[in-house]
């Protein structure tokens, strides 16, 4: 999900890059990826209607590695975390490019996954959000074999698990952080419908509170520390923080929970927390706001009951942290994505957001979250639909001209 607002590319970035002629083979491929549309959007369709919700992506997983492997990428595999990878060698020495697509859903298990169709819009859970994704990292792989196309560097094709919120990107971090570590040059990653580009890397921590008591009933033991009653002040205390608009800083309770009936003190109040920012800086800050309300809540409530012997304590949990880091729009794995898009007729705008990329990001590697292509909308959502339109074929080439401009062309 966007979580800023995307800005026009500025024409002189576009005007860095100056395109290239096309090998004769990338053209081929560029060219097949067009009369043979109709299968990418036939792919997307077969692997959404795999389940995959968060930690139990093996099933899409599985069906990934046999695509690919009936399009002659034998050493398809399956490796220790769930994510899909296969490599294709390059012609010399030239940089390693990663290109995936992320596997998991945010919807839990038994969601129905059936595509249905109306005209040429197709509605399902994920079917955007990463189906798209998938399908164009699937397509791009079918025309790179297909057409004998041979880059100068080694490209890897994957399909990575624990993209979304539950999953803290532990398929990414399983790969440069394990398999691949200090092996990859650049990284793209493949996201959802449109036409855009993420450059920069929204930080997050994600914490679970556990505001804890003995409990006891709303009459008899009243006069006692309330967990839930802590958690009130700390949700109060939480949304009077003040943070800057730029960089974009934000904070949230997005669940609460605890008790046991409406006559009990409760034994335990517990909130979900989320603090997002572009700033490492600034989401620090954010953080240590967001402890004190917490502890001075705490204190608080211990203070309301000072004849009560009973206590109160907290605990927190880390549920996710997504880490940010620097990198300019003006780095050459963006200005090469404005360059393909320049050339397919594309005006991508740049944005902010938190992705598979955010962690190569944080590492100094270059990486770009690029959309899939076509049209959509309904992410997260039992509502979301895919529509290709006129051009859906138009992303997979951006792709693909992508990897070609960073890995390098043999032939």
Known sequence: MRLAALLLALPVALAAQQPAADSPALAKALAQLKTDNAWTLQKQVALCEVPAPPFKEQARGIAFRNEMVALGYADAHVDEVGNVVAELPGASNGPTVLIAGHLDTVFPEGTNVAVTRDGTRYKGAGIGDDCRGLAVVLATARAVKQSGVR??????????????????????????????????????SVDGTGNDITSRAVGSNRYRVHFQGPGGHSY????????????????????????????????????????????????????????????????????????????????????????????????????????????????????????????????????ASSTDSNYPISLGIPAITIDGGGDGSGAHSHDEWYDDGAAGYLGPQWALKIVAALAGTAR
Do not use: C
């Not at 624990?162 to 200090?182: A, D, F, I, V």
């Not at 923080?241 to 609460?256: E, L």
């Open 151 to 188: 880059f100068d560097g080694r490209v890897l094709f994957v399909a990575n698990v624990g993209e979304e919120g539950p999953g803290n990107l532990r398929g990414t971090r399983h790969l440069l952080g394990t398999t691949y570590k200090g092996k990859v040059d650049y990284f793209i």
């Open 220 to 351: 008899g033991a009243f006069g006692m520390p309330n967990p839930i009653h802590a958690m009130g002040r700390a949700i109060a205390s939480i949304s009077e923080i003040k943070v800057p608009r730029s960089p974009k800083t934000t904070f949230n309770v997005g669940i609460v929970s605890g008790g046991t009936s409406v006559n009990s003190i409760a034994m335990e109040g517990v909130m979900d927390v989320d603090m997002r920012s572009e700033s490492a800086e600034e989401l620090a800050k954010v953080d240590v706001l967001v402890r004190k309300a917490i502890d001075d809540a705490v204190t608080a409530e211990l203070a309301r009951w000072p004849a009560s012997t009973k206590g109160l304590k907290v605990r927190i949990d880390t549920i996710g942290i997504r880490p940010t880091g620097a990198q300019s729009d003006s780095a050459r794995i963006v200005r090469a994505a404005l360059a393909a898009a320049h050339e397919l007729g594309l005006k991508p705008g740049i944005g």
